[in-house]
C-alpha cells in the first residue's frame, strides 16, 4: 500500500534547489495544502514547471510571492503580476512555453520518449536553440522531454493502494506529472479500501504514486 502521510511530512520530502512539478490549472487541481506546508517550511530555489502561477493569494502563486521559486517553466503568468514583476526585475527566470508543447514534453518524460516535433513557435523566439527538422516539407521544432524530482498533484480519490481518480477540469496536468516525476506525492479528497474503485474509472494507475495527503 501506499503510504498516507499529512502535509507537513509532504513538504518534509521536498528539499531546496528541487525541481517540482505542480499539478492543476490557476486553482482547480491545484495540490493547495501541501503548497502551504513548503512555504510555511520556508522552501527556496525551486525549479517549478506548471502551467501557470494560479491567482494572487492562491496555491503556487503564495511560493513565487514569497521568492520560493527561482525558475519556472510555464505557459502563461498573466493573472499573477508578481510573477511578471519578479521576471522584470531579473529575480525569476522565467520560460514561456506553449501550452501544448509542455504538456507534450511532460508526456515524452513520462514515458520514455526522446521528444515531440511541434510546428508551434517556429520561426519565433521559441525556436531559439533549438533543433529544427524538416518532415514532408513542413519545418517542426525538437521539443525535449521534461522530467522532475518531484511532482505534487491533486486528486479526487485514491484507494490505499494509490490509484486516482481526478474530476472533471482537475485532471489537466495531474495525470501527466504523475508519469513524469521522481518522487509523486498525491494530495486527494477522499481515500477508499482496494478494491472500492472500479477499474474503469481509474485515470491513474498506483504503480506511478509514492505517498498520498488526504486533503
Same mark, same amino acid.
Given at each position: ?8 511530512? =509532504? *513538504?518534509?520530502? @521536498? ?21 502551504? *506546508? ?13 502551467n501557470d502561477h494560479a491567482r494572487t493569494g492562491f496555491g503556487l502563486s503564495k511560493l513565487v510571492a514569497a521568492k520560493s521559486v527561482s525558475k519556472a517553466m510555464v505557459t502563461h503568468i498573466g493573472l499573477n503580476p508578481e510573477s ?41 523566439? @521559441?525556436?531559439?536553440? $533549438?533543433? @529544427? ?15 522532475? $524530482? ?9 484507494? $490505499? ?8 477540469? *482537475? ?8 508519469? *513524469? =516525476? ?30 498520498? @495527503?488526504? =486533503?
Amino acid at each position: 500500500m501506499v503510504k498516507i502521510i499529512n502535509p507537513v511530512e =509532504a *513538504a518534509a520530502l @521536498v528539499n531546496d534547489g528541487d525541481s517540482v512539478m505542480v499539478g492543476g490549472f490557476m486553482d482547480c487541481g491545484s495540490p493547495d495544502l501541501v503548497l502551504d *506546508a513548503l512555504l510555511a517550511k520556508g522552501i527556496k530555489n525551486l525549479t517549478v514547471i506548471s502551467n501557470d502561477h494560479a491567482r494572487t493569494g492562491f496555491g503556487l502563486s503564495k511560493l513565487v510571492a514569497a521568492k520560493s521559486v527561482s525558475k519556472a517553466m510555464v505557459t502563461h503568468i498573466g493573472l499573477n503580476p508578481e510573477s511578471g514583476k519578479q521576471m522584470a526585475a531579473k529575480e525569476l527566470d522565467i520560460e514561456l512555453i506553449p501550452q501544448g508543447t509542455l504538456a507534450e514534453r511532460i508526456r515524452c518524460g513520462g514515458f520514455g520518449l526522446g521528444g515531440v516535433l511541434t510546428p508551434t513557435g517556429v520561426g519565433t523566439t @521559441v525556436a531559439e536553440g $533549438k533543433q @529544427v527538422l524538416r518532415v514532408n516539407g513542413r519545418d517542426y521544432l525538437l521539443e525535449l522531454p521534461l522530467r522532475a $524530482k518531484v511532482a505534487l498533484i491533486k486528486a479526487h480519490k485514491a484507494d $490505499k493502494q494509490g490509484n486516482l481518480v481526478f474530476r472533471r477540469a *482537475a485532471r489537466n496536468f495531474n495525470p501527466l506529472m504523475a508519469a *513524469a =516525476a521522481d518522487l509523486v506525492i498525491a494530495e486527494v479528497e477522499e481515500i477508499v479500501e482496494i478494491g472500492q474503485l472500479d477499474p474503469d474509472v481509474i485515470h491513474t494507475p498506483g504503480i506511478f504514486i509514492h505517498y498520498l @495527503v488526504k =486533503a
